[in-house]
C-alpha cells in the first residue's frame, strides 16, 4: 500500500470544507436551536420557580385568612354565648320577678280573705253573744250594752280563739 500524498490533501481539503459546510449550515443551527432550547427549558424553571414562589405566598395569606376567619368565627361564637346567657339571665331574673310579684299578690290576696273573714266571724260573734245576752237578760240591748257586751266577750275568749285563727 502506498501512501499517495495528494489523495491524502485533497481528502483532508474535502474534509475541512465539509466541516466548514457543515459548521455554517448543520452545526450552526442546531447549536442555535440547541441554545434557544436550553434558554427557553431555562425561562421555564425560572417561570416555575417564580410561579412556586407566588402559590407559596398565596398559601401563606390564604393561611393568615383563614386563621383570621377562623378567629372571628370563634369570637361571633364567643359574643353569641355570652348574649344567649345575658338573655338567659334577663329572662330568668323576669320569671323570678314575675313570680314574686303573683306570690306576693297571693298572700295580699289571701291576707285580705283572712281580715274579711275575721270580721264576718267577729260580727257574726257579735250578733250572736248579743242574740244570746237578750236571751239571758230577757230584754233588748242598747247600743252603749251592746259595744261593752261584745268588748268583754272578746277579751275573755275572743282573744285566744283569734290568735289562733292567724
Not at 449550515?25 to 412556586?52: C, M, T, Y
Not at 273573714?117 to 244570746?132: F, N, P, R
Not at 240591748?141 to 251592746?146: A, V
Amino acid at each position: 500500500m502506498e501512501i499517495n500524498i495528494p489523495t491524502i490533501a485533497w481528502a483532508i481539503v474535502n474534509f475541512l470544507i465539509l466541516t466548514a459546510i457543515l459548521k455554517k449550515f448543520l452545526f450552526g443551527p442546531i447549536v442555535n436551536a440547541l441554545e434557544s432550547r436550553a434558554e427557553a427549558v431555562k425561562q421555564n424553571i425560572d417561570s416555575a420557580e417564580a410561579d412556586k414562589m407566588a402559590a407559596s405566598q398565596l398559601k401563606a395569606e390564604y393561611s393568615a385568612q383563614l386563621q383570621n376567619a377562623q378567629i372571628e368565627a370563634q369570637q361571633i361564637v364567643a359574643t353569641a354565648k355570652k348574649a344567649a346567657e345575658t338573655t338567659k339571665n334577663e329572662i330568668l331574673e323576669e320569671a323570678r320577678v314575675s313570680a314574686s310579684k303573683v306570690k306576693d299578690k297571693a298572700v295580699k290576696e289571701i291576707e285580705e280573705e283572712k281580715q274579711a273573714a275575721i270580721q264576718e266571724l267577729k260580727g257574726e260573734v257579735s250578733t250572736l253573744s248579743v242574740m244570746l245576752a237578750e236571751k239571758i237578760i230577757g230584754r233588748s240591748l242598747n247600743p252603749e250594752d251592746h259595744k261593752k257586751l261584745v268588748n268583754d266577750f272578746m277579751e275573755e275568749v275572743g282573744e285566744l280563739n283569734w290568735t289562733k285563727i292567724r
